[in-house]
């Protein structure tokens, strides 16, 4: 009795829609991800085929409304360390150097973090808004400001982004017991989808999660001692800074050193070492916060916040050198041919710096419009300065914003428009070879179709189009860097009382209120996302995408759902394979990326009762090209080969056909082919036929990236992996009546 085991995609689908059966119940798992089957009494067990149905779901894991828009708060977190998994398949010395400055990166965008955290509460209510009688009036919430000294408020405000660190810290432990914490073998190096302990990241989790936030904290005590030290000139003052300089680097340095962050035989005093760093961190910012309220002289607190509008430019400018000398190593040692010509990695890790830097530009802005009244958040240099202003870079940012909704409209209109002519034309081909004649009975109908097509091979050309946008975006944020290394604002590069200094303080105007609906417009999309189907879609694919890699670049990213799913996958595929009579793992969508995964860690035997059934797979059209490192020609390769032994010698050589088939459409935007020699691909004629059904009144829809198991051709692939299966030893399998019991899949129309 072979087991048909449905994983769904990234819609986080119910199990009552995954089986399409109303009536199920519980076998294994939990509410978070659970094993559902159709209830016996009820009947309908079996699906198209004839294998029992089963489904995984595993949605909970990343569902709900209030937590997917809290998590999209950090999603400059989960781009970092996604860019650590986008690396070409290179040689050891820069895999290494790759990993390195990834991590590193990281690291500063836990200080982007912290440090927007101190714009709003340090600089723009301690010391800009306490100081304004305007600002402070009929303001009650900020009474504990007034008539208390600079350095005293200073310390007060820090306790916001102390509060803002340690809710990282304590969301980072919550997510570590319940995703990272499930038992996997920790044996090996780890590092490929084959390996036993590539799913399982706690230890490393735990130790890097130590060093973000010792960073994090060492950061804030940075930002504060910054201030104090050069005008107390107190011995206490030097101990504490030199202290704190110390632990930024020692952090930054322990990154990098692989007897610490090595995933599974780190050396016995690295836990030791970054446990003593964040507790050692929590303790020296205590030390800082005791010496800011001590007792000092009157001191006017006049202009921006001291140093600060300098910390934020030259961390921006790290991250920048960071990532351009990423892209230099990526690209002295990629392969010939590898997409994006191997810059994936810094192109993300790039738009996670954008997006910090909108995050925290978005949020000033409007915090400072809160508290001065809704006055312009900028002004030309001809008008007099407002009271309460974030940093000039800042103003970079928005204006930097703007220029990349010009490009991304330009490249839209310039490569876009004939981009898609181009796609319909082929397109045309397609439809036509489908439906012979069709299109001179009726053009509109044949036209919709092309489209379709046409919509879904867009996805093909997305690498380059992004790279358009992210080569002048680039240029333009390396040149805004200089300008704000040298404090030269958007508008002195247009001359006094001119009408481009007016452009272009309008510019950066328009810039800011358009971060501010950004951040917004993600916040909601966020809330919205399980609950109507378009948002779920635009946050369901990247958000999944993104989280199925461990947090071995940022440990305070989004949890890694697969760290859970696929050992849990290989777990109940082994039993039902060796107690069962075998299984067949069915995905979908980012569930065939599961179930491919979840082959290559079974055990021997297991494989040898086991099949691969996907459909809209992205493995090849989408993984193997952004991750080349990990989901490649060997690793498809692979997950044929151990599904071409015969069940009855899980030893033999393997040159029999692999029991894997893949189905997918030309009008899918997602899936596609695996190819040769790792799959048995077949294709669906989409939609299953051209003209309107006698006794319907409107044509078949095409159905995309979607109802795959609800077409003939479905049941077709299940019969022929059963037979499979079943050998010389039994061929009594039931089937489904109606659907061909064959191993063989030709093109099929449904």
Excluded at 528 to 544: E, M, N, P, S, T
Excluded at 596 to 601: E, G, K, R
Aim: hydrophobic share 50%; net charge positive; proline share 8%.
């Amino acid at each position: 009795m072979v087991t048909e085991l449905r994983v769904h995609g990234v819609t986080g689908s119910r199990a009552e829609d995954v089986l399409d059966r109303p009536l199920l119940h519980r076998v294994a798992g939990d509410t978070d991800a659970g094993f559902f089957r159709p209830r016996p009494e009820y009947g309908a067990t079996r699906g198209p085929g004839g294998a029992v149905l089963e489904a995984y779901r595993w949605g909970n894991l990343t569902a709900g409304a209030a937590a997917r828009a809290l998590w999209l708060l950090l999603l400059p977190f989960m781009l970092a360390n996604v860019a650590l998994w986008l690396r070409p398949d290179v040689r050891p010395g820069p895999r290494a150097a790759i990993r390195a400055l990834t991590r590193i990166f990281a690291l500063t965008m836990t200080a982007s973090f912290v440090l927007s955290f101190v714009e709003i509460s340090m600089d723009l209510v301690g010391w800009q808004c306490a100081n304004t009688a305007r600002c402070l009036e009929g303001r009650w919430y900020l009474g504990p400001l007034v008539d208390t000294s600079t350095s005293r408020r200073l310390a007060l405000t820090a306790l916001i982004p102390i509060l803002a660190i340690a809710f990282l810290w304590f969301l980072g432990r919550r997510t570590w017991s319940r995703y990272e914490a499930f038992p996997a073998n920790t044996d090996g190096d780890g590092d490929g989808l084959a390996h036993p302990c590539f799913w399982n990241g706690k230890p490393l989790v735990g130790r890097l999660r130590s060093l973000h936030i010792a960073f994090a904290y060492a950061t804030l005590d940075a930002v504060l001692l910054g201030i104090l030290v050069p005008r107390d000139r107190h011995w206490l003052g030097y101990v504490c800074a030199g202290a704190c300089l110390v632990l930024l680097v020692a952090c930054a340095v322990a990154v990098t050193v692989r007897p610490v962050v090595d995933r599974d035989n780190p050396a016995r005093w690295a836990l030791g070492l970054t446990r003593a760093a964040s507790y050692g961190a929590v303790v020296l910012t205590v030390l800082t916060l005791a010496y800011s309220m001590l007792q000092r002289d009157p001191w006017p607190a006049t202009g921006r916040l001291p140093v600060f509008g300098g910390t934020v430019t030259a961390l921006f400018a790290v991250q920048l050198v960071l990532l351009m000398i990423l892209g230099a190593v990526v690209l002295g040692s990629r392969p010939k041919g590898t997409f994006l010509q191997g810059l994936a990695g810094p192109i993300i890790a790039s738009i996670g710096l954008g997006v910090a830097v909108a995050f925290s530009a978005g949020l000033s802005y409007r915090v400072a419009d809160f508290l001065d009244r809704r006055r312009l958040p900028s002004s030309a240099d001809y008008v007099p300065w407002q009271p309460l202003q974030p940093p000039p870079t800042y103003e970079w940012a928005a204006a930097g914003f703007v220029l990349m909704l010009v490009i991304m409209l330009v490249v839209a209109l310039v490569a876009g428009l004939p981009l898609n002519r181009r796609l319909r034309r082929s397109a045309r081909v397609v439809t036509d070879a489908d439906f012979r004649g069709d299109r001179q009975r009726d053009p509109q109908r044949a036209k919709g179709i092309d489209t379709a097509i046409a919509d879904a091979l867009i996805t093909d050309h997305v690498g380059r189009m992004l790279l358009w946008v992210f080569v002048p975006t680039a240029v333009a944020a390396v040149a805004a860097t200089c300008f704000a290394l040298f404090a030269i604002r958007p508008v002195r590069l247009a001359p006094p009382n001119s009408l481009a200094a007016e452009l272009l303080s309008f510019a950066v105007n328009l810039g800011t209120y358009l971060i501010g609906l950004a951040v917004l417009g993600l916040v909601l999309i966020g809330v919205l996302a399980y609950r109507y189907q378009r948002f779920r879609r635009i946050v369901g694919v990247l958000w999944d995408l993104g989280t199925f890699w461990p947090r071995a670049a940022h440990p305070l990213a989004p949890p890694c759902y697969a760290e859970r799913v696929v050992p849990e996958l290989a777990g109940r595929a082994s039993w039902l394979a060796a107690e069962q009579g075998g299984v067949i793992l069915s995905g979908h969508s980012q569930g065939s990326v599961l179930a491919a995964a979840t082959v290559l860690q079974l055990p021997p035997e297991a494989q040898a009762r086991a099949a691969l059934l996907t459909y809209g797979s992205p493995l090849r059209r989408l993984y193997a090209r952004f991750f080349p490192a990990y989901v490649n020609d060997a690793v498809l390769t692979q997950v044929g080969a151990v599904l071409a032994r015969p069940a009855d010698d899980a030893a033999a050589p393997d040159q029999h056909t692999p029991r894997w088939v893949n189905l997918w459409r030309d009008t899918d935007p997602i899936g596609g082919p695996v190819g040769s020699p790792a799959a048995r691909d077949v294709r669906l004629v989409d939609p299953p036929g051209f003209d309107i059904p006698p006794g319907d009144t409107v044509f078949p829809k095409v159905d995309g990236h979607s109802g795959y198991q609800l077409q003939p051709g479905f049941g077709a692939a299940v019969s022929g992996l059963l037979q499979d299966l079943s050998g010389p030893q039994d061929s009594s399998v039931p089937h489904q009546p109606g659907a061909p019991a064959t191993d063989q899949f030709p093109r099929i129309q449904a």
